[in-house]
């Protein structure tokens, strides 16, 4: 059979392929259309998102929208904003914070939600999950730290950033470059993206 982004969206939202090792169970969360532009990879939801089913409507996702200079309104736009996590539903809780995304979401369904999507694309890999999944088949391994002030050398349709999370504003403050010399061509980028 044949994906389309209907039966796409209902195939991974009835997922349960991990569903005995979530603690809160399975509650997929993913938005895309076919012509998305602006692809966000994630890590995963959180506790809150779990609960609203709503990608990043969280203090995280309001930091991300601050960085990339997005309103609401067009962020939770599919036709214009594709959010897909490395994985889909929420891990649970860790000792010092979220578990990480199951492996088995991205090689589940990653493939087949990009193959639907409009090929001129801007990609954003949020954190060090969806960056070590997608840099190293670019550029091969580097730190967050490193592939977020090389951003350049990823290429204008690639952009790693830093999660968003509250630990970003200690990352922040110890790379105050970010701001000054990522963002400004972030919010360009997306722009660009969505026209």
């Not at 939801?45 to 309001?62: I, L, N, T, Y």
């Not at 991300?64 to 809780?93: H, I, N």
């Not at 200690?170 to 722009?191: D, G, S």
Request: charge should be positive; charged fraction near 20%; proline fraction near 10%.
């Amino acid at each position: 059979m044949v994906d389309t982004v209907p039966s796409l969206l209902r195939s991974i939202r009835a997922c349960t392929i991990c569903a005995q090792a979530l603690e809160n169970g399975p509650n997929p969360v993913v938005q895309f259309a076919k012509n998305s532009r602006l692809i966000i990879v994630g890590q995963a939801p959180g506790a809150k998102v779990h609960e609203s089913g709503v990608p990043w409507q969280d203090a995280s996702g309001d930091r991300l929208r601050d960085w990339t200079g997005l309103s609401a309104a067009e962020f939770y736009d599919p036709q214009k904003v594709a959010l897909v996590p490395m994985g889909f539903c929420y891990p649970g809780k860790g000792k010092s914070g979220d578990l990480p995304p199951r492996p088995e979401c991205a090689p589940q369904w990653h493939d087949r939600v990009l193959d639907l999507l409009v090929e001129k694309r801007l990609v954003l890999l949020v954190g060090s999950y969806a960056q070590a999944r997608y840099l190293t088949k670019i550029k091969g391994r580097q730190n967050l730290t490193e592939a977020v002030r090389d951003f350049r050398s990823h290429g204008p349709s690639v952009f790693p950033l830093p999660h968003p999370s509250w630990r970003s504003g200690i990352w922040m403050t110890r790379n105050p470059w970010f701001e000054a010399e990522v963002l400004p061509p972030l919010r360009k980028a997306v722009r660009a993206a969505l026209r």
